[in-house]
């Protein structure tokens, strides 16, 4: 398994044919490309397919939070979810708060993440959305 941080070989399409293996949807292929180039991205490949990934959106000084952590079905329970999280740890700029998926809090916590804030949320407004 190749483990890259900052892996400018990813692209909008292989991102979304990866993702749609986890989360099916329809989603749009520029603005995955525009939300690719503002994260740190750090990917697992195996023989260069992409089977896992973890995005980091950090303003570098004050907060940071992750978008997405993701491993192929076929690929989970391997570790390589936990190795993308060790490595999250050991190249963010800031601390890292996130929510979890529900039934994924024992992953986190067998990965020494810390229960911090609970969430909220905010939906953007029709006339506010870029
Ligand atoms: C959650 C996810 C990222 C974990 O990645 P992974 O590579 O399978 O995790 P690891 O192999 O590193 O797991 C390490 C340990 O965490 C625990 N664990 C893994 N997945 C778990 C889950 N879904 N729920 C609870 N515990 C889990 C297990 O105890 C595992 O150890 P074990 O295999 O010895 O039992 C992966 O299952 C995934 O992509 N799921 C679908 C998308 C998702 O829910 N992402 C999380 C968004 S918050």
Redesign the pocket.
């Known amino acids: 398994m190749e483990y890259r941080v900052d892996d400018r070989s990813l692209t909008p399409e292989g991102f979304l044919a990866f993702v749609d293996q ?2 099916p949807g329809e989603y749009d292929v520029e603005k995955t490309r525009s939300a690719l180039a503002r994260t740190l991205n750090i990917t697992a490949r195996d023989s260069g397919q992409l089977v ?1 990934c973890l995005r980091i959106l950090t303003d570098g000084c004050f907060f940071g939070t992750i978008t ?4 192929l079905p076929a ?9 993308l999280l060790q490595l999250a740890g050991e190249h963010t700029p800031t601390r890292l708060y996130f ?3 529900p ?5 986190y916590e ?2 020494g993440c810390r229960r911090s804030l609970p969430s909220y949320m905010i939906e953007p407004q029709e006339d506010g959305a870029p």
């Open positions: 986890v989360w896992g997405e952590l993701l491993v690929y989970q329970r391997r570790g390589i979810g936990s190795r929510g979890a998926q039934g994924a809090e024992g992953f067998k990965n």
